[in-house]
């Protein structure tokens, strides 16, 4: 069975119901048809008795999803239109579904993974990564914050791993997503199509584990990257709730990771950047991700009256000068009764 529905194809193999993101020249970042797509198709699959998996991959080979469509934000929000507004909506309302969809269902993080990318693939149960991965949540580089329920996922990496993720905004490789507990297995990208073929063949009545037995058979050691290895240091430096505590830990810090983790900081958005720590924190202290979503729903709605975000998205990728005038430019200046005014409970709120 072949079903295309604009920029998602959906397919039938075996017992398999495969969802394919099909915007490859734009990275398959998301458009709000697109999600409505694969809200859908998760619907029809967890209803058909002869699905037993659900795989989610993208199109080409340079990314599974490089994210939101940025650009139609921006507009929205300079325009006053609600499609912003409504894209969030419907976005978080998916990444939830994904969380709690009672059947097992298997992401390919190959190539590009990141904004709206991981909240397709960090809630779900069988998460792949390969060499080509490249995983990141670069939002405070745009004057916005980590958003899909990545302040429920991002705390619960070790130690202060996912302030790092989340505050830097840099990449990282297969083996920082599985040690960040963002991702389940490694394999080589040349082994996807054997993967895919494998959960086609299981049975109707495959469970977790049976996938979990085919992930386990496929997949390979990839071995400690850079903030595995880093992992005391980004504890030292992390663990404080003010972001210019943290920078000056990590100038107190001589190695190069550590001067390369300043150098990213200092470039970001200094609001987004408080913005973003006080959301992980209070991530961390939250009960589910339901909570997280809520409270971050809230956030962007009112980042629609944030200079930052329009400021930010102009300079990486409308101008593209990759120079954006943060306002205010430093963190001192950072005022926190605005901070205040992202944690305002939106109405209507998020339906979970």
């Known amino acids: 069975m072949h079903d295309k529905v604009d920029d998602v194809i959906l397919e039938r193999r075996g017992s398999a119901g495969i969802v394919r993101l099909n915007r490859p020249r734009a990275l398959n970042s ?27 991959a993208g199109e080409g080979e340079r990314a599974f999803c490089a994210g939101g469509d940025i650009r139609a934000l921006h ?73 899909v329920g990545a302040t429920w996922l991002l705390p619960r990496a070790p130690g202060e791993i996912g302030a790092w993720i989340g505050l830097t905004g840099l990449e990282v490789g297969a083996a920082d997503v599985i040690y960040a507990g963002l ?34 058979n496929l997949s390979s050691d990839p071995g400690k990257g850079p903030l595995g290895k880093n992992r ?20 107190g810090e001589g190695s190069e990771f550590a001067l390369e983790t300043l150098r990213a900081l200092q470039t970001r958005s200094p ?39 329009y400021e930010g998205i102009r300079a990486a990728v409308i101008d593209k000068d990759r120079n954006p005038k943060w306002m205010p430019a430093t963190l001192e200046a950072v005022d926190q009764s ?9 109405e209507p709120p998020l339906a979970l």
């Open 30 to 56: 998301l458009t709000l048809g697109m999600v409505q797509s694969i809200a859908e198709a998760l619907d029809r699959f967890s209803t058909d008795a002869d699905v037993a998996t659900v795989v989610m």
């Open 75 to 147: 507009e929205s929000g300079r325009d006053g239109t609600p499609a912003a507004e409504n894209f969030w909506r419907e976005e978080f309302r998916l990444n939830h579904r994904i969380a709690t969809y009672p059947k097992p269902y298997v992401v390919l993080m190959d190539g590009i993974t990141m904004g709206g990318g991981v909240g397709l693939s960090s809630h779900g149960r069988h998460r792949v990564v390969t060499e080509r991965t490249r995983f990141a949540m670069p939002e405070t580089g745009i004057g916005y914050f980590p958003d």
């Open 232 to 251: 005391d240091m980004i504890q030292r430096t992390f663990r404080s709730s003010n972001v210019g505590e943290i920078l000056a830990a990590l100038h």
């Open 183 to 216: 991702a389940d297995a490694y394999m080589s990208a040349f082994q996807l199509p054997e993967l895919v073929d494998t959960l086609a063949g299981l049975s109707r009545g495959a469970s977790h584990r049976d996938v979990d037995a085919v992930l386990i």
């Open 271 to 309: 609001t987004s950047l408080t913005l973003a720590l006080r959301l992980l924190r209070e991530g961390k202290q939250s009960r589910s991700l339901g909570e997280c979503l809520r409270r971050e729903f809230g956030a962007c709605l009112q980042i629609l009256k944030s200079a930052d975000f």
């Open 338 to 346: 605005s901070i205040d005014a992202y944690f305002q409970q939106p």
